[in-house]
Structure formats: structure tokens, C-alpha cells
Nanobody, 126 residues
């Protein structure tokens, strides 16, 4: 079993930055692909970024490419999302997600991820 706890959300002005963190408990963290998703009111949950188990491969959605950076520290079982140049349209609840053990390849599909955090609110004011 894996538990994921996000932190770092909040209110920021457009153009500002936030850093989200996800602390993971459980085994085999480094064997799991990890992802950040977000869901705005009335919209579906969408992938923001994904990272492979060893951190060597990443994927970014077009709307965050060049502004957000996903990273992981396998020694500390943590996942991070650095968000720069934030826009009002980035406002959403952000979720950390983990794939099953030994599913380490980057994936864009929500169905790949078996474990989800409770989410952290990010609000960007104009």
C-alpha cells in the first residue's frame, strides 16, 4: 500500500511561483512512475507532468511545458513540482499519483496510476 501526501499549495499572483511536494510512504518508490494531475471546477482531471521511476524520463503537458518542472528524490521518497510563471488558468486542485510497483515508465494515462493523494489547492490570481 502507498500513501501520498501533497503540500505546498496556496494563493499566488499571476507570474509567481509555487513548489508542490508529495511525500510517499510504502515500498518500491523508485520502481514506480509518478505523476502530477490537476482538476479545475467542472473539468476532468488532467495530467500535468509525469516522471519515470529512475527520474530519467519526463513528460509535460503542452500547457505547462517550459514553466513547470517535475523531479523526484528516490532516497527521500518525495516528488516535487516546481511551478513558475503561474497563470490564472493554472488554478486547480493538484494531485500526486503513483503507479503500481515496477511500473516505472512515464505514462500520461490516469488509469496507469493506482494511488492518489488527497490534493492541494493552487489558486492563481490575476
Amino acid at each position: 500500500q502507498v500513501q501520498l501526501v501533497e503540500s505546498g499549495g496556496g494563493l499566488v499572483q499571476a507570474g509567481g511561483s509555487l513548489r508542490l511536494s508529495c511525500a510517499a510512504s510504502g515500498r518500491s518508490f523508485s520502481s514506480r512512475a509518478m505523476g502530477w494531475f490537476r482538476q479545475a471546477p467542472g473539468k476532468e482531471r488532467d495530467l500535468v507532468a509525469s516522471i519515470s521511476g529512475n527520474g530519467g524520463s519526463t513528460y509535460y503537458s503542452d500547457y505547462v511545458k517550459g514553466r513547470f518542472t517535475i523531479s523526484r528524490d528516490n532516497a527521500k521518497n518525495t516528488l516535487t513540482l516546481q511551478m513558475n510563471s503561474l497563470k490564472p488558468e493554472d488554478t486547480a486542485i493538484y494531485y500526486c499519483a503513483a503507479a503500481p510497483a515496477f511500473t516505472s515508465v512515464v505514462s500520461r494515462a490516469p488509469s496507469t496510476y493506482a494511488y492518489w493523494g488527497q490534493g492541494t489547492q493552487v489558486t492563481v490570481s490575476s
